[in-house]
């Protein structure tokens, strides 16, 4: 092993410092060096080939159990235990992976803020009764493509979604018409979201019978149920 350190870090310390430091002779570390490539060495080395270049396919990001399972599916015959090895001692690691995307919350608005009408209890025993919205973002080769879900709290299943390339007031009400198109709820139902980015709409508890809305979120929900839909403001629930 110290042999093997000195090969390593020849071209940055004196062959002769390392020696003395890790107490071998440099004759010793030089015959050693002489002598054929073992069967296995060789075989490392070739394996080490095949990491690094299945870990910089994969930007970085693939770690000793994914590069293990990635040379595995190619073919190879290793050990997860010779894979790590390897890597820990090439300094191969995964990169640990920046957490960034849109802002799809932005509670700096001048929007009526209602009541929380839940008050965390997050539990509901007859479906259609409480359903909880939210909005996420999933990164794809032409931009951020932007999803939003109403769940029913109850059955805990999504009733409602929507798909958009903008975080608009639309996105937010394409999910929930589908979910009143669907189940058709009665208006004691409670629609819960978080202080959305989009105006007029994704902003609150959202309430059947509330007195809070606005013309464009009134008319358009509205259309869905028989009766008017009054929108109200946020909630403190966060995201869903």
């Known amino acids: 092993m110290r042999f093997r350190f000195i090969e390593q870090h020849a071209r940055t310390y004196p062959v002769r410092l390392m020696c003395r430091v890790l107490q071998v002779s440099p004759s010793g570390y030089y015959a050693w060096r002489s002598r054929p490539e073992s069967a296995r060495a060789t075989a490392n080395r070739s394996l080490l080939q095949d990491v690094r270049r299945l870990h910089g396919q994969h930007w970085g990001r693939y770690g000793s159990p994914r590069i293990?399972?990635?040379?595995?599916?190619?073919?190879?015959?290793?050990?997860?235990?010779?894979?790590?090895?390897?890597?820990?001692?090439?300094?191969?690691?995964?990169?640990?992976?920046r957490r960034f995307g849109?802002?799809?919350?932005?509670?700096?608005?001048?929007?009526?803020?209602?009541?929380?009408?839940?008050?965390?209890?997050?539990?509901?025993?007859?479906?259609?009764?409480?359903?909880?919205?939210?909005?996420?973002?999933?990164?794809?080769?032409?931009?951020?493509?932007?999803l939003a879900a109403v769940l029913d709290l109850a059955t805990r299943k999504v009733v409602g979604w929507a798909m958009r390339d903008h975080l608009r007031t639309e996105l937010a009400l394409g999910a929930l018409m589908m979910a009143a198109q669907?189940?058709?709820?009665?208006?004691?139902?409670?629609?819960?979201?978080?202080?959305?980015?989009?105006?007029?709409?994704?902003?609150?508890?959202?309430?059947?019978?509330?007195?809070?809305?606005?013309?464009?979120?009134?008319?358009?929900?509205?259309?869905v149920w028989t009766s008017p839909v009054a929108v109200t403001g946020p909630s403190t629930c966060g995201r869903t």
């Open 102 to 146: 849109p802002t799809t919350t932005d509670s700096r608005h001048q929007l009526p803020i209602a009541p929380n009408l839940l008050q965390q209890k997050f539990t509901a025993s007859v479906p259609n009764r409480v359903w909880l919205a939210d909005i996420t973002y999933i990164p794809t080769g032409e931009g951020w493509l932007y």
């Open 68 to 97: 293990h399972a990635a040379l595995r599916a190619e073919g190879h015959r290793v050990s997860r235990g010779r894979v790590e090895r390897l890597m820990h001692r090439h300094g191969i690691r995964a990169l640990a992976r």
């Open 182 to 223: 669907r189940q058709r709820p009665d208006p004691d139902l409670i629609h819960h979201s978080d202080r959305g980015s989009q105006l007029g709409f994704k902003r609150s508890s959202q309430h059947p019978e509330g007195g809070v809305c606005d013309e464009h979120s009134k008319a358009a929900v509205g259309s």
